[in-house]
Nanobody, 115 residues
Framework: QVQLVESGGDLVQPGGSLRLSCAAS????????MNWYRQAPGKEREFVAS???????NYADSVKGRFTISRDNAIDTLYLQMNRLKPEDTAVYYC?????????WGQGTQVTVSQ
């Protein structure tokens, strides 16, 4: 079965950095684009970043220049390097993939940016 497990969320001070990981299993990871989404308190889930099979990235304007998405197909893992974090980055971060006609989501990992 398709499974996505996020990790790496933590409490971090503004301006700090954090790296999230998403361990994928149950499908051919290298064959599919992968995405990061986030959901802040009281807000809708929003797109953060995507990574094509070949490594081409795409970012939301709110994180462009601060976040970097990457993938390691050898170990079926997706990453999100987050730098210069802001309080408004506080959210549950989810990794995602779309296979055939279905979206698959991990359980999410909490990122809190605060003093």
């Amino acid at each position: 079965q398709v499974q996505l497990v996020e990790s790496g969320g933590d409490l971090v001070q503004p301006g700090g950095s954090l790296r999230l990981s998403c361990a994928a299993s149950g499908f051919t990871f290298s064959a599919y684009p992968m995405n990061w989404y986030r959901q802040a308190p009281g807000k809708e889930r929003e797109f953060v970043a995507s990574m094509s099979r070949s490594g081409g990235p795409n970012y939301a304007d709110s994180v462009k220049g601060r976040f970097t998405i990457s993938r390691d197909n050898a170990i079926d893992t997706l990453y999100l390097q987050m730098n210069r974090l802001k309080p408004e980055d506080t959210a549950v971060y989810y990794c995602n993939t779309f296979i055939v006609v279905r979206n698959f989501w991990g359980q999410g990992t909490q990122v809190t940016v605060s003093q």
